[in-house]
């Protein structure tokens, strides 16, 4: 386990390597040896750029339509949830998207399929499980390190069983495929690499049962990884910040710590995500109720073409049906539509909506807690000769590459990083549980 998780990021599959999908030399079977021992896997130039166009314009009508009250904020969805809209933190969302928007060219792409399918990953028993999209509106912070669930054998499993880690195959990946290219500062989605082999363990302590104690000592990698555990942060060693284009799309494991990065940009950040399982797995986070079997699908009645980019219509509806769905409320209009929503918020594009669906609650005034925060700045591979830390204006530190610093601050403090020279890196406003900030080098790409 401590091999898997210090070869993870030693190895370039791992920590850079990405596959061109619409390359006639594509091998989809390299690309689940990639998913399989990584778990994550960027396939580049995925969907024909001219289709994927037109099919956000159904994401975008949709989006936009909540934004203003075309379509009611108000529903369940197809698991029992109360709602199918919920704010994650102040300026980030997730929208349950209804099943009408599931076209076949996305929830089952021939090139995903054939790596989703194989008996290594999550073989042909396969469900869609989720369906939605994450937003992220301008100054929205970054999110804390998270797994979208917790480890299936929660607990101790190694030293009960001798199990853990990824010794057992994945039970759910998901896809995301954003609406915009993505830049460092729209925030892209960062993963601590090589996490999911730790599952199993309770406490990252001196008594781990390890063979070979080079792999623990001091100034080891398992000990640059175990410095940050427990402080809602990641080694900058063990980070991959994964910038797709519009038309890529990302596979990764449920079990990989990942987080939404802070969106510094002047764009309103759509990813669009897709959750596949095996038929017997459920989220804990969901209930579980039969899905209504009349609905349709946004694809049927269309004809099938063996030349398209998806799999066969019959073969895909069991696999499509059990997914969770928004059921919004249907909202009547009177003959006046201003009388029934605000026209004034719709926007042009998906990238210009702002304040989606009103204030986050928690840091509204009357909520906002003044409690002073602990979190860590961290200089992935800025080779500048230090970078520096300033807090209200006030320079109170400075940060080499690799290194990560502890900040003491307060909620609503002007933080920033520059270079030696002066130039302003990201600047932020602390919030209440303020999550790490990181800073990498803005002309590296993966």
């Known amino acids: 386990m401590i091999k898997g998780l210090v070869g993870a990021i030693e190895d370039p599959d791992c920590m850079e390597r990405t596959f061109d999908a619409s390359a006639e030399d594509f091998d989809a079977g390299e690309a689940t040896k990639v998913l399989k021992k990584c778990k994550l896997l960027i396939l580049r130039k995925a969907f024909d750029i001219e289709w994927l166009e037109k099919y956000k314009e159904k994401i975008a009508d949709y989006h936009l339509g909540l934004h203003s009250g075309r379509y009611n904020q108000f529903g369940t969805t197809t698991n029992g949830e109360k709602e199918h809209l919920h704010t994650l933190s102040e300026g980030r969302w997730e929208v349950i998207l209804p099943r009408k928007i599931a076209h076949r060219k996305i929830v089952a792409n021939k090139k995903v399929m054939q790596i989703l399918t194989n008996d290594?990953?999550?073989?042909?028993?396969?469900?869609?499980?989720s369906f939605g999209t994450a937003l992220s509106e301008p100054g929205a912070n970054a999110q804390y390190w998270h797994k979208d669930d917790a480890y299936l054998y929660s607990g101790d499993t190694i030293g009960e069983f001798g199990l853990g880690g990824n010794d057992l195959p994945a039970y759910a990946v998901t896809m995301m495929l954003p609406m915009l290219d993505l830049k460092l500062e729209h925030g892209p989605t960062e993963f601590c690499m090589g996490t999911s082999f730790l599952d199993g363990i309770i406490e990252l302590g001196d008594d781990l049962p390890v063979l070979n104690k080079s792999l623990t000592n001091e100034g080891s990698a398992f000990r640059d990884y175990a410095m940050y555990d427990g402080q809602e942060a990641c080694s900058p060693n063990f980070w991959r910040i994964a910038r797709l284009n519009f038309g890529d799309l990302l596979?990764?494991?449920?079990?990989?710590?990942?987080?939404?990065?802070?969106?510094?940009?002047?764009?309103?950040?759509?990813?669009?995500?897709?959750?596949?399982?095996?038929?017997?797995?459920?989220?804990?986070?969901?209930?579980?109720?039969?899905?209504?079997?009349?609905?349709?699908?946004?694809?049927?009645?269309?004809?099938?073409?063996?030349?398209?980019?998806?799999?066969?219509?019959?073969?895909?509806?069991?696999?499509?049906?059990?997914?969770?769905?928004?059921?919004?409320?249907?909202?009547?209009?009177?003959?006046?539509?201003?009388?029934?929503?605000?026209?004034?918020?719709?926007?042009?594009?998906?990238?210009?909506?702002?304040?989606?669906?009103?204030?986050?609650?928690?840091?509204?005034?009357?909520?906002?807690?003044?409690?002073?925060?602990?979190f860590f700045v961290t200089n992935k591979d800025v080779a500048d000769r230090d970078v520096r830390i300033f807090k209200n204006g006030v320079a109170i530190g400075s940060c080499e590459v690799g290194q990560s610093v502890l900040v003491n601050a307060a909620p609503r403090d002007e933080m920033d990083l520059r270079s030696s020279t002066g130039i302003i890196y990201k600047t932020w406003q602390v919030v209440p549980g303020q999550a790490q900030i990181v800073v990498e080098n803005p002309n590296f790409t993966q």
């Open 251 to 374: 596979l990764f494991d449920y079990q990989i710590r990942h987080r939404g990065g802070p969106n510094l940009s002047d764009d309103t950040r759509v990813v669009m995500y897709l959750t596949y399982s095996r038929s017997w797995f459920k989220d804990r986070n969901f209930l579980d109720e039969k899905v209504d079997e009349d609905e349709e699908f946004l694809f049927e009645g269309e004809e099938y073409d063996d030349s398209d980019d998806a799999i066969n219509l019959d073969a895909m509806q069991d696999m499509v049906k059990p997914a969770r769905y928004a059921l919004p409320v249907q909202v009547k209009c009177p003959d006046n539509e201003e009388e029934c929503w605000d026209t004034t918020k719709e926007v042009d594009r998906l990238e210009d909506i702002r304040s989606f669906m009103g204030q986050y609650e928690e840091y509204s005034e009357e909520n906002w807690d003044p409690s002073p925060v602990r």
């Open 120 to 129: 290594h990953i999550l073989g042909k028993d396969i469900t869609l499980h």
